[in-house]
C-alpha cells in the first residue's frame, strides 16, 4: 500500500481510496460498499443513528468489529422491538461482552426506538423526515480535498437535525454524531476526489428518490 497522499491511499488492487479506511478489511468493505451512498430503509438508517450514538468516544472500527453483536442484541434494530425492550434488557445488555457496555448508551438507544415510531407515525417513515435535511447542492464544496474534509465535521443541516431529534426526546444525537450519520447514509457524500467511489456515489444519489 502507498502511504497516504492528499488524502487517498493506493491499495494493493491498485485502487485510490479515501486514507481513513486504511487496510482494515471491515474499513474498507464499509467504505468501498456503503458510506456515502443513499439509504432509505427505515431500519437501516436507525441502526446507523444507533450505532453512530455507541461510537461516541470510540472508533468506528470497533462499531464495525462489533456490528453484528449489536444486530443480535438489539433485535436487528427493529425499532418497534425495541421500544419494548424493559429493565431487564437493559441488565442483559449490559452483561453482553459483544456489544459497548454504557449504560446510559443502551438506554439511549431504547429511548430513541421509542421516538423513532413517533416520527414514523408523524412523517410517514423515518427516512422521509431524516431526508429533509439533506443540504442543497449549491452549499456543497464545489471540490472535496482533503483539507476542506477535514474541516466538514458538523454542518447547517445536522445543527438542524440535531435540534430537531432533541425536541421530539431523542439522546446521543449532537450535530457532529449526525454529520457522522448523514456522511454514511448519503445525505452528503464526503469521498474526496480521486477517490474510487466518490463518482460511484454521485450516481447513486442522483438516481435516488427522495422519500416523501
Request: with cysteine; hydrophobic share 40%.
Amino acid at each position: 500500500m502507498e502511504p497516504a497522499t492528499d488524502g487517498l491511499i493506493r491499495t494493493e488492487d491498485g485502487v485510490c481510496r479515501c486514507g481513513w479506511c486504511g487496510v482494515d478489511p471491515h474499513y474498507r468493505a464499509y467504505h468501498d460498499g456503503e458510506w456515502g451512498r443513499p439509504v432509505a430503509d427505515d431500519r437501516r438508517l436507525f441502526e446507523k443513528i444507533c450505532l453512530e450514538g455507541f461510537q461516541s468516544g470510540l472508533s468506528w472500527l470497533t462499531i464495525l468489529r462489533k456490528r453484528e453483536n449489536f444486530r443480535a442484541a438489539f433485535a436487528g434494530f427493529d425499532a418497534a422491538a425495541m421500544a419494548a425492550f424493559g429493565e431487564a434488557d437493559v441488565e442483559r445488555l449490559l452483561a453482553d461482552a459483544g456489544i459497548v457496555r454504557h449504560r446510559a448508551k443502551i438506554v439511549s438507544a431504547i429511548n430513541n426506538a421509542r421516538r423513532c415510531l413517533e416520527i414514523v407515525e408523524e412523517a410517514g417513515s423515518l427516512a422521509a423526515f431524516l431526508w429533509r435535511y439533506e443540504a442543497p447542492a449549491e452549499t456543497r464544496p464545489k471540490r472535496l480535498d482533503i483539507a476542506t474534509a477535514r474541516t466538514l465535521t458538523e454542518s447547517v443541516e445536522s445543527r438542524a437535525l440535531a435540534k430537531a431529534l432533541r425536541a421530539r426526546g431523542w439522546t446521543f444525537v449532537g450535530p457532529t454524531t449526525l454529520y457522522a450519520f448523514m456522511q454514511s447514509v448519503g445525505l452528503v457524500n464526503d469521498h474526496i476526489e480521486g477517490c474510487h467511489v466518490r463518482d460511484v456515489c454521485e450516481a447513486e444519489r442522483a438516481r435516488f428518490v427522495r422519500p416523501v
